[in-house]
């Protein structure tokens, strides 16, 4: 049986998925009947798309260990996440940078590991709920709270036509969702309430099945039966 490895970088949208990424994990597994999988997440907590480039080659901290770097796993498969939720701060003026920053990402992955890369364009934010149960922005009015959410969703923009302007494979998980809700479902389906910002099981789900028909689709596993 093969075993692929598959590194996931990214902020704390990838990081609250856990360190296995349980969703990731049985989609491939059904898929892959026939293959075997090892997942490392490298999403941390307010991370920059900066930060990662330099977590690319350097171990780091997290909950007080150290971490590999991802290129000593030498992932088989890379999944890069926008990074739209911690450079958002920088506004418009940031776009360009953003932009460079997330294409040395991608070069420095293909310089220092085998693997190939998937960008992964994340979840919306919930613009009418945005940030309203994290205690840093208790008594933050729900107007600020709103155009934070609007600066994300700049971010994920940007992110989208930075893929296709770069000819990367990538997926778009917050165009699904969108789509999604306009055809009736309710945004807090998607988004954690404890939080109101990561997403929920079942918008990791989503992301999962995205991630892994991805994969597929642009043939990045060749499962050999027998």
Same mark, same amino acid.
């Given at each position: ?14 990081? =609250? ?9 049985? %989609? ?6 026939? &293959? ?26 997290? /909950? ?6 991802? &290129? ?19 506004? =418009? ?32 934010? #919930? ?21 934070? =959410? ?32 306009? =055809? ?7 988004? /954690? ?16 099945? #995205? ?6 689709? #642009?043939?990045?596993?060749? %499962?050999?039966?027998?």
């Amino acid at each position: 049986m093969q075993t692929f490895k598959i590194a996931l970088i990214g902020d704390s949208m990838l990081d =609250a998925w856990g360190a296995d990424c349980p969703e990731m994990y049985q %989609e491939l597994k059904r898929l892959y009947s026939h &293959s075997e999988f090892i997942i490392e997440n490298h999403g941390l907590t307010d991370s920059r798309a900066g930060h990662a480039l330099w977590r690319v080659g350097n171990d780091y901290p997290r /909950n007080g260990q150290f971490c590999r770097c991802l &290129s000593m796993f030498d992932p088989d498969i890379t999944i890069v996440e926008s990074f739209a939720y911690s450079n958002r701060i920088d506004g =418009a003026e940031g776009m360009s940078e953003y932009r460079d920053v997330l294409r040395r990402l991608v070069e420095e992955i293909q310089a220092t590991t085998g693997s190939q890369i998937l960008f992964c364009v994340g979840i919306p934010p #919930h613009r009418e709920r945005f940030l309203e149960n994290m205690p840093s922005y208790f008594n933050t009015s729900r107007a600020t709270r709103q155009r934070m =959410a609007d600066d994300v969703k700049l971010y994920l923009d940007e992110a989208r036509r930075i893929a296709q302007d770069e000819n990367w494979a990538y997926v778009d998980v917050c165009m699904d969702i969108e789509k999604r809700v306009l =055809a009736g479902e309710n945004m807090r389906r998607f988004i /954690n309430q404890s939080d109101t910002l990561h997403p929920s099981r079942y918008g990791y789900q989503i992301m999962a099945t #995205h991630i892994t028909r991805g994969i597929d689709n #642009h043939r990045m596993i060749e %499962e050999k039966i027998g």
